[in-house]
């Protein structure tokens, strides 16, 4: 298995470009997802007094909420990298794909704390080697266990840049945290078109054709 490398400069060119092309759906796009989660979590927080069967409805509400978006951006920045159109329904639009989230999220969790009981260095290891799953999840409709595994191939030779990328993009959301909160329109947007770019060069997929150029005009324009 040859090993695989990721262009970290061209995930942050792609991100802006990306970003930069469709800043207002960007803004829409996150201003909703933290509208709904913030919407499941008050319910959460209504009911959460009054019982054991309302707690646990509730908290499992939460999961597939939470599953569900987080399946549904990931699939547009999927579609907006590779250039297709990207519409805010698609947020909601991977609910078939939750349980295979769930199910691989709890896997990964159990991999993560294991491997952080040995010594930490193998936790941080296998949590970038599986990272991607979710990727797998909605661009392949993998189940749990393949995803996993379709991550751990993927990823073969490439986990420190991987890990140099998502420290750079923390350090990237910090900076628009601290610009009261408001930079985060850009750099939410521009992480997760960054990782999109990532995990196509991970595949070997090449740039669909003309995407390349129309991107760097936008970005020049």
């Not at 294991?114 to 296998?126: K, N, Q, R, V």
């Not at 945290?177 to 090449?206: D, K, N």
Request: proline share 4%; hydrophobic share 60%; with cysteine.
């Amino acid at each position: 298995m040859s090993a695989k490398r990721i262009d970290i400069g061209a995930c942050f060119s792609l991100g802006w470009a990306k970003t930069k092309a469709h800043l207002a759906f960007f803004i829409l796009l996150v201003v909703c997802y933290f509208l709904v989660e913030v919407g499941a979590g008050l319910v959460s927080v209504v009911v959460s007094g009054r019982g054991m069967m309302p707690l646990a409805a509730s908290w499992l509400l939460s999961l597939f909420v939470g599953g569900m978006l987080y399946l549904g951006i990931t699939k547009i920045s999927l579609n907006l990298h590779d250039g297709k159109e990207a519409r805010l329904g698609d947020l909601f639009s991977c609910m078939y794909l939750v349980p295979s989230y769930i199910g691989a999220a709890f896997l990964y969790t159990l991999i993560a704390i294991a491997g952080f009981l040995l010594l930490i260095i193998p936790g941080l290891i296998w949590t970038i080697q599986f990272l991607l799953f979710i990727y797998f999840i909605v661009d392949e409709e993998m189940g749990p266990v393949a995803a996993l595994k379709a991550s751990s191939a993927t990823t073969y030779g490439a986990k420190w840049q991987l890990c140099w990328l998502l420290s750079l993009l923390v350090l990237l959301n910090l900076a628009g945290a601290l610009l009261l909160l408001v930079g985060l329109f850009v750099t939410i947007p521009m992480s997760l078109m960054a990782m999109a770019c990532a995990f196509r060069q991970l595949q070997g997929e090449p740039e669909p054709p003309g995407q390349t150029a129309a991107v760097d005009a936008r970005a020049a324009a």
